[in-house]
């Protein structure tokens, strides 16, 4: 055993390694007069790939679903626009929409086209038959 008394008083870092793999622990390597070695591994680098620009607005190409009932639609209220915000917002006039199971007065207002050179289709009721279909407005 004097081998490994001199192992263990010494405590170079292969002996520390040899100890805790022949005692199955490391219960011995308190009374080691060096200091234990710690390496600590850095944070990884972190690099973020420039955002991804933003697609553009998607512009309806179809009209939105329907709404078919079988009362006519009344007759648009008065209306008075505000004044333009900017010469880029185009006034969406006010129309009777089908809302929970009823006509509703969805008031004009001004609106920004989602892309340059849009165009608004304005919501309407058309008549087939005895019934009504309203058609939402959307921007094409």
């Not at 006519?72 to 809302?99: C, F, H, K, M, N």
Request: glycine residues 8%; aromatic residues 10%.
């Amino acid at each position: 055993m004097p081998l490994m008394n001199s192992i263990i008083k010494s405590c170079p870092i292969q002996a520390v390694a040899f100890l805790a793999l022949v005692t199955g622990g490391t219960g011995f390597l308190a009374g080691c007069g060096h200091r234990p070695i710690i390496v600590q591994t850095p944070a990884p680098t972190v690099i973020q790939a420039p955002a991804a620009p933003a697609p553009a607005a998607a512009v309806a190409t179809t009209p939105p679903p329907v709404v078919v009932v079988d009362q006519a639609p009344r007759a648009p209220l008065p209306e008075t626009q505000a004044p333009q915000p900017s010469p880029q917002d185009v006034w969406i006039p006010g129309y009777w929409a089908w809302r929970d199971n009823q006509q509703q007065w969805i008031a004009g207002h001004w609106e920004l086209p989602p892309s340059p050179g849009a165009t608004w289709v304005p919501a309407r009721w058309e008549q087939r038959g005895s019934e009504y279909v309203f058609v939402d407005g959307y921007w094409r």
